[in-house]
């Protein structure tokens, strides 16, 4: 790894300093966004019924209503969330509490093979431990059906280090609001190389860019 | 936070189980309940009425006409009318009814399918909303109604 994107994601990894920083969001104002990444997403989700979607943000009744208003089924689980759960941290060679992938996997995103037509990832990735990302998106390549579509965002590295989480509602076909939720730290950047190492296993994926610091990807399995 | 229980000295037709109550196997009932204690096994009233209250515990599947959460859920529920997630509320697993509510602030985990029943001879009521739950501290909270009835028919209106 070069010195430059070590020193991105030492700048990453928080610094104390700067860990009661107020983001502007926090006012409760949700942002309005409009997203070429979910334009097609839910172009392909709408041409059939009876999908099975997985959400895996945090709870939101804007989506299952969007979801379920086209026919679909949908599941919902918060991995940010149950990532924290400090059950899961065990100590890693250096004595510092890691989280342990297989009892993580064990708790959540259990469902059979090829399960999904579509995923809602959202920014997920760059808020997770580094050491559950690569296992969770192992799972979900397992999860989803072949020709499934997954969602996913990264934040460029002029998101800065404070970029404050957002929870996604989807309130149109390439509309998103975005509503401020708990304080996640980002964890990390991938830079295109990363996210298509990291995706290396599905069969396609697809980059939308936009005027933010997030980087959409649409990946077909 | 204001929720519908029955109160003491006042004749109703719901059943009340008290936060101290602890209730394993099958509970089933031919009225109303209010729940705020803890079941384990499964839950049987097919044409009523359940409210789970901010100190219920629910490890159980459950089955009711009308479901309202404002408590924990471990297990699969089925409200053959609606189901209702209030911002309290932590449900996992999987949900099965024509209308879901859920309040923003609830979380749920497991899945969601909206049924459709076939079309009843009854009056049709005005398309209502999605109703704000108020402003909550640190953002917006709110209610999406979804129906799995015909469109004209998504939402109902409250009384």
Redesign the interface.
């Given at each position: 790894m070069s010195s430059v994107t070590h020193d991105l994601f030492r700048r990453f990894r928080g610094n104390p300093e700067t860990a009661d920083a107020a983001p502007a969001a926090?006012s409760?104002e949700?942002l309005r966004r409009r997203s070429s990444g979910l334009a097609e997403f839910t172009r392909a989700i709408d041409e059939e019924q009876d999908l099975?979607i997985l959400d895996l943000g945090?709870?939101s009744?804007?989506n299952?209503?969007y979801l379920?208003?086209l026919g679909h089924?949908?599941?919902?689980?918060?991995v940010l969330?149950?990532a924290q759960e400090p059950s899961l941290l065990v100590p890693a060679e250096n004595g510092s509490p890691v989280p342990d992938a297989d009892r993580f996997l064990g708790d959540n995103l259990v469902y059979a093979p090829a399960t999904f037509d579509a995923i809602l990832c959202w920014d997920t990735p760059d808020y997770l431990h580094e050491a559950l990302v690569k296992p969770m998106v192992n799972r979900i390549h397992r999860i989803l059906k072949p020709k499934g579509i997954l969602l996913a965002f990264f934040h460029t590295r002029d998101a800065g280090p404070d970029a404050p989480y957002y929870r996604y509602h989807i309130v149109g076909e390439d509309a998103l609001d975005l509503?401020?939720g708990a304080r996640f730290r980002l964890q990390r950047v991938f830079n295109n190389r990363h996210i298509e190492n990291l995706f290396r296993d599905f069969a396609s994926i697809k980059f939308f860019l936009a005027r933010d610091n997030v980087r959409e990807v649409l990946v077909v399995r | 936070m204001e929720i519908s229980r029955p109160s003491e000295g006042v004749r109703t037709e719901v059943a009340h189980i008290g936060k101290s109550v602890v209730v394993k196997g099958e509970l089933s009932g031919s009225e109303d309940l209010y729940l705020d204690g803890e079941v384990e096994g499964s839950i049987e009233l097919r044409q009523h009425h359940l409210t789970i209250g901010p100190h219920g515990k629910v490890r159980a599947s459950v089955n009711a006409r009308d479901v309202v959460v404002h408590g924990q859920v471990n297990g699969n529920v089925h409200g053959s009318e609606r189901v209702e997630l209030k911002k309290s509320a932590v449900l996992t697993g999987d949900i099965v009814t024509q209308r879901?509510?859920?309040?923003?602030g609830?979380?749920?985990?497991?899945?969601?399918?909206?049924q459709r029943e076939a079309p009843r001879p009854e009056p049709r009521h005005e398309a209502v909303e999605?109703a704000a739950a108020g402003?909550a501290?640190?953002?917006?909270t709110?209610?999406?109604?979804?129906s799995?009835a015909a469109p004209e028919a998504?939402v109902e209106q409250k009384k």
């Open positions: 926090e409760g949700r099975r945090s709870t009744p804007t299952i209503a379920t208003g089924k949908v599941y919902n689980e918060d969330k149950e509503q401020p | 879901i509510v859920i309040e923003d609830a979380v749920f985990k497991g899945s969601l399918e909206t999605t402003r501290s640190g953002g917006l709110e209610a999406a109604t979804v799995g998504l």
